[in-house]
């Protein structure tokens, strides 16, 4: 595949994707300081882990921002988009080896889906006390944000679990071998 190009594979699997994203973080809403904690991030994780890089930065940031804009947070939409994007990118960056390959229980997939976990805390602090007009309340939101990290990294390994053990990977790689 050209990675200039989107395969129909690629397209639908993101699709998929993203629509679960976006259910997950809509179906379980705790309230925390400038938003809401829920189990989005946790299938962000799994698509890139499971599904392919792109898929995952494309799906993380559509289907979260999709999410903010269905339940009235829209003036989050686009930091939203950006910092999901982002925590998908880092975590695919780091996640995969240089052959386009990734286990799920690797030293560097774990390495990565923190880094894309404290990336989430310190992009929403961050964009938080831009949107509220100070560090304050940015920083209002970073133990709730902190502890929905740790939750939805638990979540990420308990349902990657599931879905090692059930071997899914080959249907749900979007990106073949190399192309990640």
């Known amino acids: 595949m050209n990675s ?17 994203i976006c259910v ?22 799994l698509t890139v882990l499971f599904v392919g890089k792109r898929s995952g930065i494309w799906a993380g940031g559509i289907g979260s921002a999709l999410a903010d804009l269905l339940t009235g947070f829209t003036g989050w939409v686009i930091p939203t988009f950006i910092i999901k994007s982002l925590m998908a990118l880092f975590v ?46 940015g920083l209002a939101s970073t133990p709730g944000l902190a502890v929905k ?14 879905f090692e053990k059930a071997k899914v990977r080959p249907l749900l790689t979007s990106e073949r071998k190399g192309q990640a």
Do not use: E
């Open 92 to 137: 695919g960056k780091i996640a995969y080896n240089k052959d386009g390959t990734c286990t799920l229980f690797s030293a560097r997939a774990l390495i990565a889906c923190v880094v894309g976990m404290v990336w989430m805390v310190v992009g929403y602090t961050v964009a938080g006390a831009i949107l509220y007009g100070g560090i304050a309340q």
């Open 149 to 162: 990290g740790v939750l939805n990294l638990a979540v990420c390994y308990g349902v990657g679990a599931l």
């Open 24 to 45: 997950m973080t809509m179906v379980v809403q705790i309230p925390i300081p400038l938003g809401y904690a829920h189990l989005g991030d946790a299938f962000i994780l």
């Open 4 to 20: 200039n190009k989107f395969s129909a594979r690629f397209l639908c699997m993101t699709a998929v994707m993203a629509a679960l």
